[in-house]
């Protein structure tokens, strides 16, 4: 079991936009701004979309975005293409005990 | 371009060791930290622990304390992750990735490691 909590799935039409939340404690998410969100396409290795909750890597377009409310971060992807199609993991540094937890994915349906 | 290229798939047999090494290029490998991450097949992320290429120390994640072992060679920007006593739930795809204290920016391609008797 994951420590961070994600939908197993979530999917968006063409062009429409879809969010991805990443619930955890006040250990984790809600202690702290180091939220990552990484993407992953079947058989390759997992890209950075998002650090630092909301902080966009040079490159990744701007249809991705990340904010946080309290325990539950959420992924937004805007304009969806046909190649956003992918897993989504959420990331949070929780401690000095535990460190990084993942949570268990999403896999996003572009329809 | 920044690259991380780790060794190739393994086979191992249950108790065994695992070394898996992940040469890295295109930037100051002793500026960036090393994660090493792990998917099991069809399954999610999991957290092993990083090595700060400069000093050589390491952060273990509690589940991997006592069973891992990160390292570095700074003269060829390789960083090797070991990891013994196997068992078949260790049969998952390594990944090393560069990265800041908590996110990881850029990732190797993984090395597939399958434990069996």
């Known amino acids: 079991q994951s420590a961070l909590a994600q939908p197993p799935s979530a999917s968006g039409s063409l062009g429409q936009s879809v969010t991805i939340s990443c619930t955890g404690t006040?250990?984790?998410?809600?202690?702290?701004?180091?939220v990552s969100w990484y993407q992953q396409h079947p058989g390759k290795a997992p890209k950075l979309m998002i650090s630092?909750?909301?902080k966009r890597p040079s490159g990744v377009p701007d249809r991705f975005s990340g904010s946080k409310s309290g325990n539950t971060a959420s992924l937004t992807v805007s304009g969806l293409q046909a190649e956003d199609e992918a897993d989504y993991y959420c990331s949070s540094y929780a401690g000095s005990n535990n460190f990084v937890v993942f949570g268990g994915g999403t896999k996003l349906t572009v329809l | 371009q920044v690259q991380l290229v780790q060794s190739g798939a393994e086979v191992k047999k249950p108790g065994a060791s695992l070394r898996v090494s992940c040469k890295a290029s295109g930037y100051t490998f002793t500026d960036f930290y090393i994660h090493w991450v792990r998917q099991a097949p069809g399954q999610g992320l999991e957290w092993m622990g990083r090595i700060n290429p400069n000093s050589g120390g390491t952060i273990y994640a509690q589940k991997f304390r006592g069973s891992v072992t990160m390292a570095r060679d700074t003269s060829i920007s390789t960083a090797y992750m070991e990891l013994s006593s196997l068992t078949s739930d260790d049969t998952v795809v390594y990944y090393c990735?560069?990265?800041?204290?908590?996110?990881?920016?850029?990732w190797g391609q993984g090395t597939l490691v399958t434990v069996s008797s």
């Open positions: 630092e909750v909301s």
């Open positions: 990735a560069r990265g800041g204290h908590y996110y990881f920016d850029f």
């Open positions: 006040s250990s984790d998410v809600g202690a702290y701004d180091y």
